[in-house]
């Protein structure tokens, strides 16, 4: 069982900058592809990027490409995400997810990560 925690929410003025973090239990977590979806009030949880075990391989929705880059730290055991470029309409819990796979999982479909951490919130004010 992978354990996933989230960290590094809070308030950001639209335009300003946030980095979240997801810190896993997992030793072997380099086997793990690692993906980041966020859920607004009143609205389905929706994907926001994702990438490879190794780092390699990153995929990022429509909506927040060019203004998040997600990166890990397989030697710390977790993932980042980093958000530019705020908009309130990035607001809501975001959270973390993992599958073991040395694949990149090139899909916004949560369904294919088995493990998830418990969210934090990140409000963006305009």
């Known amino acids: 069982q992978v354990q996933l925690v989230e960290s590094g929410g809070g308030l950001v003025q639209a335009g300003g900058s946030l980095t979240l973090s997801c810190a896993a239990s997992?030793?072997?977590?380099?086997?793990?592809?690692m993906g980041w979806f966020r859920q607004a009030p009143g609205k389905d949880r929706e994907f926001v990027a994702t990438?490879?075990?190794?780092?390699?391989?990153?995929y990022y929705a429509d909506s927040v490409k060019g203004r998040f880059t997600v990166s890990r730290d397989n030697t710390k055991n977790t993932v980042y995400l980093q958000m530019n470029s705020a908009k309130p309409e990035d607001t809501g819990v975001y959270y973390c997810?993992?599958?073991?796979?040395?694949?990149?999982?090139?899909?916004?479909?949560?369904?294919?990560?088995?493990?998830w951490g418990q969210g934090t919130q990140v409000t963006v004010s305009s």
């Open positions: 990438i490879s075990g190794s780092g390699g391989g990153t």
């Open positions: 997810a993992a599958r073991r796979t040395s694949l990149i999982i090139v899909s916004g479909a949560a369904r294919y990560y088995d493990y």
């Open positions: 997992e030793r072997t977590f380099a086997n793990y592809a």
